[in-house]
């Protein structure tokens, strides 16, 4: 199955995922979407996240879905830039999310950073995504 928009594809599986309470949701591998999961892991939207390569000839990311008892760590996404349109932002406008409690993920020169990283880093760059 072709796929137009491999980021919004991952961020709606997990979503998804979180919605049918799910443990775990696989995704097809890349490494903005590793970088994307290690991103999330770290902010604390998913427990754990690896690659699972099995005899098939593509690797999958075998994602753990984090709940905080009955509720999901993760309750919204909303996906920014589209293939279509490309949104970018200077440093000192990018967007807050939920007053603090979300993240924005934005791709710099440097790499995909969360919007607190690219502040503290003075860079600016593609509005991929906020996760709150």
């Known amino acids: 199955m072709v796929v137009t928009d491999p980021v919004a594809d991952f961020i709606i599986r997990i979503k998804n995922g979180y919605l049918v309470r799910k443990k775990l949701v696989e995704v097809p591998w890349s490494k903005m979407k590793e970088k994307l999961a290690e991103m999330l892991v770290k902010e604390g939207f ?14 999958t990311l075998e994602l753990e879905l ?12 909303k996906r920014i830039s589209k293939p279509g349109v490309r949104i970018y932002a200077k440093v ?11 993240i ?20 600016g760059g593609e509005l991929i995504c906020q996760i709150w």
């Open 46 to 59: 998913l427990k754990n996240a690896k690659i699972k390569s099995e005899k098939e000839k593509f690797k």
């Open 66 to 77: 984090k709940y905080e008892g009955k509720k999901p760590a993760l309750t919204e996404v």
């Open 92 to 102: 000192n406008k990018i967007p807050r999310v939920r007053l603090g409690v979300g």
């Open 104 to 123: 924005t993920i934005i791709s710099t020169p440097q790499g995909l950073m969360t919007d607190r990283q690219a502040k503290k880093n003075h860079q």
